[in-house]
């Protein structure tokens, strides 16, 4: 294709735009925008003549909202309609599989794929996954318990609801236009607790006004000290219990269909980024008709830019335990190491002043091939005793996925993906959906296998749980691999 023909067809694509903008502002009677999106048709005949334009007006162009889409489409109340085929979906899903191919269904491409994916060839997003399917549950009989069972327990010594929580995880408003409010409203409504990554795309004052409950705070080894002092101040100000350092992020892991999608924050507008945009229109229109998003809890100010470029940029690989008993002293309170996946690990940072042990290898989004979280739990327990909290995450899938962490040594249990997949899938609703079926899960599990309280389940749990071999037999059926059981599968 000739430069003027290419020229040709972006000019194309930006009077199609402007159309559309021009019909929308006459609904709204945006005059005042109208005129300035009139301007821009100057640039484009100076595109199509060759001309150059200037930096800042480019950069209008190939932005909508620097154009200004948004505050014309939020006028325009057509996200009902948009959104009506994900809510049918929604209500008809009856477990975390079914989330997931809601949030596939909704989401564009290069988001679900972000979410859904592990590092390299995903074998470890895959394990994380079979290790449960190779627990067996020896259950009691004639417990005399009857549903609903008290899931009540304590993370960082606060009364929560529920033994499980929604993990920190970045960007949420990529997912939903909701973003963590949704995670939030969902906390709240089931009383337990919340978490904010420091890569969030919502506020740390916005989130306290929308949870009362206990909030910890996650935050990554960043290069700048006074950064990090500034949005530790922040937290403590915004009302959070705690504090987890991620410790597994020093690299950004390999994820090859973030590579191969072109994913970036916002997205590049490219031709086929656009394309997989006209598939999704509630995605789409939730994306372009709400302001952009930015990472609100360090300076919201910056606009949200390539992830894998801000890491790079700003993630301190040389993070030590020198660093961390420094980042421990500015806290002072509870604190937890995420990312831990040996004993003697978990021994050094119990010596060096972390109370909380958060067993993880990050979704197996990063070094390929790490462990299953569930296999290392046992150990990590008898290497920290009793005493010491520990949190576990990593390919929870279901709530008898809970309750066999819980028996073999963790006294909480985070979960990503699945109230991500409720999320995608339908924001809020989404979200308090995903805490249901898990919920439900629970109970049921603990119940038939003859334990009435989570206290009982840690006590009696190590009697309950046997190992053995995985077999094909742990695949429902042969559509499993379409529903995303074992992961990493495109």
Known sequence: MSSVTKKAAYVSQDLSLLTFLKLASLHTQCTADLKHYCTISVFIKETLLGTK?????????????????????????????????????????????????????????????????????????????????????????????????????????????LPFFGCPTAGNRMFHWEGETAAARAAQHHGTLYGLSSLATTGITEIGKLTSGPKVFQLYVWKDRELVKDV??????????????????????????????????????????????????????????????????INTEV???????????????????????????????????KGVCRPDDAIRAVETGFTTMWVSNHGARQLETSPATIDVLPSIREAVGPDVEIILDGGVQRGTDICKALALGADSVGVGKPYLYGLAAGGTEGVIKAYDILKVELDRAMGLLGTGTVDELKKRGPGLIKKRNGSVRDYPDRYAYERGYGGGVI
């Open 53 to 161: 334009a200037s930096p800042d007006t480019a950069a209008m162009v190939i932005n909508p909202h620097k154009l200004g889409v948004h505050k014309l489409l939020k006028h325009i109340p057509l996200n009902a309609i948009f959104d009506a085929p994900s809510k049918a979906r929604l209500r008809k899903a009856v477990n975390i599989a079914d989330l997931r191919l809601c949030a596939k269904q909704r989401a564009h491409k290069m988001v679900f794929d972000y979410l859904d994916a592990g590092a390299d060839d995903e074998i470890s997003l895959r394990r994380g996954k079979d290790a449960y399917s190779e627990l067996e549950m020896h259950f009691h009989i004639l417990s005399g318990l009857k549903p609903p069972l008290d899931l009540s327990t304590k993370i960082f010594g606060k009364d929560v609801k």
């Open 232 to 297: 530790l101040a922040k937290a403590k100000e915004g009302g959070f219990d705690a504090l987890a350092l991620t410790v597994d992020f020093t690299w950004y892991g390999n994820r090859e269909r973030d590579i191969r999608n072109d994913f970036s924050i916002p997205p590049k507008y490219s031709l086929n980024q656009m394309i997989e945009a006209i598939k999704k229109p509630a995605w789409t229109y939730d994306f372009l008709s709400h302001e952009a998003y930015t990472y609100a809890c």
């Open 303 to 337: 606009p949200a830019d390539s992830l894998a470029a801000f890491v790079n940029s700003q993630i301190a690989p040389e993070f030590d335990w020198k660093d961390a008993e420094w980042l421990l002293g500015e806290w002072n309170g509870p604190s937890a190491v």
